[in-house]
């Protein structure tokens, strides 16, 4: 067993976060965020509802626009420029996935770089991979206050991300590269097509996994002492919960407590730093609109 095991649990960082933005944001001139959600995704739905609660524990202003599942391009479209157009709101996030007969790329292309706070539009992307950035997605970003919060650096370090999505893998990679604090790690970006995945996973200090299936990563995978990041939210039926399912992680429990050094618990790992990102994007994005310095 590792010497030392931490549970890296992501609530207490958010908390501090939140209690942060709701001590910054005063008075009635105050950041608001719009969603956009389309169709009726029960894990989207629960993913607005949190979203929701954490805007009005910070004073957020915030809206949330509900759109059929059928709802055409061209409407969504529409209410993607209405939004851009409105001085109101400072971030605009459309929640995915969307319905199949929607292109998903040419929505998140059409919010407005300014106020794309969920950091997916190509011109944030490309400040990113500049060094540059101005939104980080709020995932990876999450993924960079947590370790720094425990004191885990990644400079000098492996780091060995499995899972290239645009949401995690690769803005994760860029931002764990880049030159300077928070970054400076050697970042190996593995995937479906990676031969031998666990000979390369245990040459790493971190493991992060984001592949989307429970249990896909096991002892094998991690080297004992390495620090694990499991970003994968997973529901495994199990007729002994009251709902039929529960919470499970990319990563089995095998490979955390006891055996990596430091490690982040599903559900109650990396899950609440995204929305704390989501609304410190928010308000660095209304303190550029206002001219104001982004303090908080």
Same mark, same amino acid.
């Given at each position: 067993?590792?010497?030392t ?23 009635d001139?105050?950041?608001g ?22 805007c009005e ?11 059929p ?14 939004i851009?157009a ?24 059409a ?12 011109e ?72 031998d995945? !666990?000979? @390369?996973? *245990?040459? &790493?200090?971190? $493991?992060?996994?984001?592949?989307? /299936?429970? #249990?896909?990563?096991? +002892? !094998?995978? @991690?080297? *004992?002492? &390495?620090?694990? $990041?499991?970003?994968g939210?997973? /529901?495994? #039926?199990?007729a002994? +919960?009251?709902?039929?399912? *529960?919470? &499970?992680?990319? $990563?089995?429990p ?19 730093m ?10 660095e994005?209304?303190c ?9």
């Open positions: 067993m590792a010497e095991s931490r549970r890296l649990a992501g609530a207490p960082v958010r908390d501090a976060i939140l209690e942060r933005l709701d001590a910054a944001a005063t008075g001139d105050v950041p965020l719009a969603v956009v959600l389309v169709g009726d995704d029960p894990a989207s739905r629960v993913y607005v509802g949190a979203k929701e609660k954490a524990r910070v004073g957020f202003r915030h809206v949330t626009h509900r759109l599942a059928d709802v055409s391009q061209a409407d969504l479209l529409a209410l993607v420029a209405e851009n409105d001085p109101a709101w400072d971030g605009l996030l459309v929640q995915m996935p969307l319905p199949d007969h929607l292109d998903a790329a040419a929505v998140q292309a919010v407005d770089p300014r106020k794309d706070v969920d950091g997916f539009h190509p944030n992307l490309g400040l990113l991979a500049a060094g540059r950035p101005r939104f980080v997605p709020c995932t990876p970003r999450g993924i960079g206050v947590l370790l720094e919060h425990y004191g885990i650096s990644v400079a000098g370090r492996r780091v060995a991300i499995v899972g290239r999505s645009l949401i995690v893998g690769k803005p994760l990679a860029q931002l764990l590269a880049r030159k300077g604090p928070g970054g400076d790690a050697t970042v190996t970006l593995c995937h479906s097509a990676t031969p995945l !666990a000979a @390369v996973t *245990r040459e &790493a200090d971190i $493991v992060v996994a984001a592949l989307g /299936r429970p #249990a896909a990563l096991d +002892r !094998a995978h @991690v080297r *004992r002492g &390495a620090v694990v $990041v499991d970003v939210i997973n /529901r495994v #039926a199990d002994s +919960r009251p709902r039929g399912y *529960r919470l &499970a992680g990319d $990563v089995a095998a490979a955390t407590d006891g055996w990596a050094s430091a490690w982040t618990p599903v559900p109650g790992g990396v899950g609440p995204t929305i704390a990102m989501l609304l410190q994007n928010t308000w994005a209304w550029r609109h206002s001219g104001r310095e982004a303090t908080a």
